[in-house]
């Protein structure tokens, strides 16, 4: 078990439902459709991968490996680049602050690090099946 990770990984996901509701009630009155759309992909990412980071520190107490810690900590990187920025681009969208627009092009470096996370968490959990291999 990685404490660490559960840790953060709850503390995503009660964010994720903060920000969920916010964006269904708040938002919803103030943000156009498209907005709303870009808000809730940015939270459902999050949430998922809040699971994904409850499942490393599960399973780290098994596979404790360098590979399954990397991809805990791209898990968290990705959560900040992709929705973060996400975040950040309704929010300027809104206040159309199109000088900061530049901020989207950090979306799918948060991407790219769910990708290298899940491979990462493929190859942590391959290596101890090759290790313990009869």
């Not at 078990?1 to 840790?7: L, N, P, R, Y």
């Not at 916010?22 to 699971?51: N, S």
């Not at 900040?80 to 092009?105: K, N, R, V």
Request: charged share 10%; aromatic share 14%; hydrophobic share 55%.
């Amino acid at each position: 078990m990685h404490k660490g990770f559960i840790q953060t990984a709850a503390l995503l996901g009660a964010l994720s439902i903060i920000l969920g509701a916010f964006g269904a009630h708040a938002l919803k009155e103030i943000f156009t459709a498209d907005l709303l759309q870009v808000f809730e992909t940015a939270v459902r990412y999050q949430m998922y991968h809040a699971f994904a980071l409850l499942a490393i520190g599960i399973l780290y107490k098994e596979f404790s490996n360098k590979q399954i810690k990397l991809a805990g900590s791209f898990f968290i990187t990705g959560v900040i680049l992709f929705s973060g920025s996400l975040y950040a681009l309704c929010f300027i969208e809104y206040q159309h602050l199109s000088s900061l627009l530049w901020i989207g092009a950090i979306t799918p470096l948060g991407g790219l690090c769910f990708i290298i996370g899940w491979l990462l968490l493929f190859a942590g959990t391959v290596k101890k099946r090759l290790v313990s291999a009869p």
